[in-house]
């Protein structure tokens, strides 16, 4: 697993050096924080959904399955459930603890292909961030979920796609809005299969989040169908994060959206009430027609 990433920030993004701006001003303290979380996902167009996403007081996730109808839901629902199992460890290395979380829901998806060889084939994307009492993030991600900090105004992308149409992005081949609607867009160069080599491709982040900052992680359901000014100004104007993931998911669904959407929406706040860890999409058994899911 790499210690650190070559390539942490999405090319198709405003700001790729954003790390300076994410650090708090010298000497400054950080105050105890905990995630205020919400989470929606949808069906969109399809008759399934083989998204999954994780809220909790100090953990967030979005898996994304692929590997038709029931693999897919199973590696998602398998790789995020493995995640809300998990103990907390709110004053570790967050870097250390969604290392070791990707490479436990990674083993679920081993032992599950072992026990039922039709599942063979199953994959998952995941991009997981925890938090530490201090303010610490740590993010692991692979695939083409991502996550995003909007932090006063400015939408910083904390995640690098894994993609085919990323590659032909970086190499000047496609621009960033032809990636969104090209053939191939779909097509991962990375996901978690139950392999132990997909863990070489899992990117550990790290950065120093502040009391205000808003994350938002999602699936491409999202991302594919609204324009990043868009979902910035949602992120934005909302008043809480569950009117942001409301919002969001509400746009997307109203583009239309072809594929699952999923949205995570979390307030880095100042320490409250403990909060229970809480799954939606296919981790949470919802399998519904199209736009009837609003877990
Ligand atoms: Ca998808």
Redesign the pocket.
């Known amino acids: 697993m790499n210690a650190s990433s070559t390539k942490p920030w999405n090319g198709a993004t405003e700001s790729r050096d954003p790390g300076r701006s994410l650090e708090p001003p010298d000497g400054a303290s950080t105050p105890r924080v905990a995630f205020a979380a919400a989470a929606r996902s949808a069906t969109g167009l399809r008759p399934d959904n083989q ?1 999954s996403g994780l809220t909790a007081a100090t953990l967030l996730a979005v898996a ?1 399955g692929v590997g038709g109808h029931v693999g897919g839901a199973t590696a998602s629902a398998l790789a995020v459930r493995s995640l809300a199992d998990a103990r907390s460890e709110a004053d570790g290395d967050p870097r250390i603890l969604v290392g070791q979380l990707a490479a436990e829901a990674n083993g679920r998806l081993s032992d599950i292909c072992a026990e039922l060889p039709v599942l063979s084939g199953m994959a998952t994307t995941l991009t997981a961030v925890a938090l530490s009492g201090d303010g610490r993030l740590g993010i692991a991600h692979i695939g083409d979920s991502r996550a995003y900090l909007l932090r006063g105004v400015q939408l910083v992308s904390l995640t690098y796609d894994h993609s085919v149409v990323q590659s032909l992005v970086d190499a000047g081949s496609l621009t960033a809005e032809q990636a969104r609607s090209h053939p191939w867009r ?1 097509v991962l160069l990375a996901a978690l299969h139950g392999r132990e080599d997909d863990l070489a491709a899992v990117e550990i982040t790290a950065f120093r989040a502040l009391p205000g900052d808003r994350l938002l992680l999602c ?3 999202l991302w594919g169908v609204l324009p990043r000014q868009s979902i910035r100004r949602c992120l934005v104007v909302a008043g809480d994060v569950k009117s942001a993931a409301d919002g969001l998911l509400d746009a997307a669904l109203a583009a239309p959206a072809p ?2 959407v999923t949205v995570v929406v979390a307030d880095v706040t100042e320490q409250g009430a403990a909060v229970a860890p809480a799954v939606v999409g296919a981790a949470a058994g919802s399998d519904r027609p199209p736009g009837g899911d609003r877990s």
């Open positions: 998204d994304d779909a699936s491409d359901g594929d699952n």
